[in-house]
Structure formats: structure tokens, C-alpha cells
């Protein structure tokens, strides 16, 4: 990924890394964001250059001033269930949220006018079965974000 074009933003992943497996990734893959659950982030250190992106699910507890971005998903990670939409509408007012969680081609016009999120966050919904990305749906999925931004 360092040899990708410097408008693409590259983003880590993780769920509950130790400080081991964060400076693995860290040093390995320089991310610009770290996505990972809001309570991971007092634990890892975050070199210059690194935002982070803290996650916060259906019914947790927001901190009274919210950062500056996170991503607002279901209650699971990972198993395709709905972020609870009217809840991501009252965050999305407050900082650049990105909605996730259940997202699909079918549904994401529908979430983008309900929320007015800053960014959408697909994986499961464009997957043919468990773990395999479908271009095609990839495509439909994105035809459709586009589709539906509003513009600025």
C-alpha cells in the first residue's frame, strides 16, 4: 500500500488489537486511520499521521463531546445487522460519522437519506457468500452511494 496514489486513504482494521499487533500494522502497513472499538484507543499509541477511528455500536454509550469522526454500526461487527438508523441521525448531526452495519446495494439510498452520514462502510453486503467480494455488487453498491449524495 505505500506505493498507492496519495489521494486514497489507507485504513487498518482491527478488533481489540494487543499494542503487539498494532505496531506490527503500524509499521508495516502505515495507515492514515486506525478503525477499532472507541474503548481500544487509551491502549495504542498513534504515530503522527494516524487518525483515529473509533467505533461505537447501537445503544453505547457516546462520549458528551464526540471525535471528530467515528463509525457507527449494529450491535455485532461483522454479521450484517442494521445500525439502528434514528440513533446514527442524531450522531451523524454531531461529527463525520460513517454509517455501517447491514449496508447493501438495496438498502443504502434509503440509509443515506434517513441519516446523512458523512460515509458509508460496506463488506458483507457485497459479498457473493462468507469472506468473497462480488465485483458486481461492489459496483451496484458504489452506482448507488453516488447516486445518492447530496451535494455540498
Known amino acids: 500500500c505505500r506505493d498507492f496514489p496519495g ?8 478488533r481489540h488489537p494487543t499494542a503487539a499487533e498494532w505496531q506490527a500494522v503500524r509499521d508495516g502497513f502505515a495507515p492514515d486511520w486506525l ?4 474503548e481500544d ?3 495504542l499509541e498513534l504515530p503522527a499521521g494516524c487518525e483515529p477511528l473509533p467505533v461505537y455500536r447501537n445503544a453505547q454509550m457516546a462520549p458528551v463531546t464526540p471525535p471528530r469522526r467515528i463509525l457507527f454500526e449494529g450491535c ?20 463525520q460519522m460513517i454509517l455501517a452495519g447491514g449496508l447493501d446495494a438495496d438498502n443504502v439510498t434509503d440509509a443515506i437519506q434517513a441519516v446523512d452520514p458523512w460515509g458509508v462502510d460496506v463488506s458483507s ?8 467480494k462480488d465485483p458486481k455488487r461492489i459496483e ?5 452511494v453516488r447516486a445518492a449524495e447530496r451535494p455540498q
Do not use: C, Y
Not at 7 to 14: D, F, G, S, T, Y
Open 140 to 144: 451496484q453498491f458504489i452506482a448507488r
Open 7 to 14: 489521494n486514497l486513504i489507507r485504513v487498518a482494521v482491527m
Open 125 to 132: 453486503g457485497v459479498e457473493s457468500g462468507r469472506g468473497k
Open 35 to 38: 478503525q477499532a472499538d472507541a
Open 76 to 95: 455485532e461487527s461483522g454479521r450484517g445487522e442494521l445500525a439502528d438508523w434514528r440513533e446514527a441521525t442524531a450522531i451523524a448531526a454531531e461529527t
Open 41 to 43: 484507543f487509551p491502549a
